[in-house]
Nanobody, 126 residues
Framework: QVQLGESGGGWMQAGGSLTLSCTVS??????????VGWFRQAPGKEREFVAA???????YYADSVKGRFTISRGDVRTTVILQMEKLKPEDTAVYYC??????????????????WGQGTQVTVSS
């Protein structure tokens, strides 16, 4: 089994920054075989792709966050960081990290991620 835990959510004024952290654990997890993605879901909306780090550490971003958010590995390969800058009220959502083995052409598809964290709330006020 694979477990994921998110931390770092909270409240921030528009224009500010927050950093989310995702820690992946489990005997079957191999960071060289799994991609790690960040997704978010706002009230009344579908879950949407935010950013992903492929198993080869290629980075992918949604157009809505490109240039403002940065995904990276932490000090160990089992930790993935999402740095969020220039936050906007429309970034308000529950943020989830997930891991799976999507093909690169489908790395933005949440249905292809098998394991999910519980989520962390990010609220950006105007």
């Amino acid at each position: 089994q694979v477990q994921l835990g998110e931390s770092g959510g909270g409240w921030m004024q528009a224009g500010g920054s927050l950093t989310l952290s995702c820690t992946v654990s489990g005997s079957t997890f191999n960071s060289y075989e799994y991609a790690v993605g960040w997704f978010r879901q706002a009230p009344g909306k579908e879950r949407e792709f935010v950013a992903a780090l492929s198993r080869s550490s290629y980075k992918y971003y949604a157009d809505s966050v490109k240039g403002r958010f940065t995904i990276s590995r932490g000090d160990v390969r089992t930790t993935v960081i999402l740095q969020m800058e220039k936050l906007k009220p429309e970034d308000t959502a529950v943020y989830y990290c997930a891991t799976g083995r999507p093909v690169l052409s489908s790395i933005r598809d949440p249905a292809l991620y098998r394991y999910w964290g519980q989520g962390t709330q990010v609220t950006v006020s105007s």
